[in-house]
Nanobody, 126 residues
Framework: VQLQASGGGLVQPGGSLRLSCAAS????????IGWFRQAPGKEREGVSC????????FHADSVKGRFIISRDNAANTVNLQMNSLKPEDTAVYYC????????????????????WGQGTLVTVSS
């Protein structure tokens, strides 16, 4: 599976941004697609995750109510709509894929994902 993340940029606090993850090389297996982020000097953390089959989603507490993950299976794309952005959302955002259903117990574990995109930088600043 190959992943290509895009959509990052500079946005003011309170603003919105939409990230996209274009995927190719999927087989007929189930996949979980996750968005992670990594700020300078911090560990990579899980943000949102979606099941490619039934569309079930998980969001980390830090972004719940502000971020929405969605999928477009026809276009092989997973999007992350980020609203009410805060300076602490500043990070490089990565999309990742793993075979299997999206389950909370491993959704935020980077090592459980087999494929990663190259990352896109999101900067929230006035």
């Amino acid at each position: 599976v190959q992943l290509q993340a895009s959509g990052g940029g500079l946005v003011q606090p309170g603003g919105s941004l939409r990230l996209s993850c274009a995927a190719s090389g999927f087989t007929r297996d189930y996949y979980a697609i996750g968005w992670f982020r990594q700020a300078p000097g911090k560990e990579r953390e899980g943000v949102s995750c979606i099941d490619s089959s039934d569309g079930s989603t998980f969001h980390a507490d830090s972004v719940k109510g502000r971020f929405i993950i969605s999928r477009d299976n026809a276009a092989n794309t997973v999007n992350l709509q980020m609203n009410s952005l805060k300076p602490e959302d500043t990070a490089v955002y990565y999309c990742a894929a793993r075979k299997g259903r999206a389950i909370l117990s491993v959704a935020w574990t980077p090592g459980s994902y087999e494929s990663w995109g190259q990352g896109t930088l999101v900067t929230v600043s006035s």
